[in-house]
């Protein structure tokens, strides 16, 4: 093992995970200004028809209430985002760090092959939304991270696997670009236990046909490709753990 994979690993047992987290943020937010990326601020677009719409549910769980409470100020702070043409869009910018001061609560999180309790935990089902908009909307996608493992049992799946998109502050992050030649608008809200994500805009969008297809990989793993419109245009892995809980 390299020297700097050891330190690494020493660097994981000794600083706290907010820590490291902060840090890769300050990190990221550097590079980002030294290459000229920046990410769209405008809000708008609620007089604008929905082109697109998908909706998801919130499954039953023992941290379900953590959950909603997460969804909800997440799809606050993304509601009403309007990309213009050529822009970026960035998850974590307009979101911001999940913090128990901004008012989230700990719930679920993979975190290096476990569940754990964390402050925003539930925010992957709005990343995983949205991303899966992009996709049907036409939008590019510039940065997603698929899960390393797959948790769910069908009869518990919210999502089609290979749709998900996991965001961990400072680290993992959902960015979309807009190649229309028309701004659009991200609408997402809580209804009840319902997920709703809608990309409006004035322009006309063909939604894209999107598929996920799922086949073998090696013992207890399995591979998922996104089918857009008849043609391959991503592929992603997964570690099955169905049924690993909270601890």
């Known amino acids: 093992m390299r020297a700097a994979d050891l330190l690494r690993r020493a660097a994981r047992r000794v600083v706290p995970l907010e820590a490291r987290q902060a840090i890769a943020h300050a990190r990221r937010a550097a590079r980002d200004r030294a290459r000229g990326i920046a990410f769209a601020d405008a809000r708008g677009g609620g007089e604008w028809p929905a082109r697109v719409r998908i909706e998801q549910r919130v499954m039953p769980s023992a941290v379900i209430e953590a959950k909603l409470a997460n969804l909800r100020l997440g799809a606050a702070a993304v509601d009403a985002s309007v990309i213009g043409p050529g822009e970026r869009w960035s998850f974590w910018h307009r979101v911001g760090r999940p913090a128990a001061r901004r008012g989230f609560v700990h719930g679920r999180n993979l975190v290096d092959g476990r569940l754990v309790a964390q402050a925003g935990g539930g925010l992957c089902q709005l990343s995983g939304i949205l991303h899966h908009l992009a996709l049907v909307a036409g939008l590019a996608v510039d940065e997603r991270h698929a899960h390393s493992i797959d948790i ?19 680290v993992k992050d959902l960015r979309l670009r807009n190649p229309h030649p028309f701004p659009v608008s991200l609408s997402c809200a809580l209804d009840g236990t319902r997920l709703v994500a809608r990309l409006r805009c004035d322009g006309e969008i063909a939604p894209r046909e999107v598929g996920f297809v799922r086949g073998p990989a090696s013992p207890g793993r399995v591979r998922v490709w996104t089918i857009v419109d008849g043609t391959r245009a991503g592929e992603t892995e997964y570690q099955q753990r169905p049924g690993l809980v909270l601890g």
């Open 152 to 170: 769910y049992r069908e009869e518990d799946r919210f999502t089609p696997l290979g749709a998900d998109a996991t965001v961990v502050w400072g």
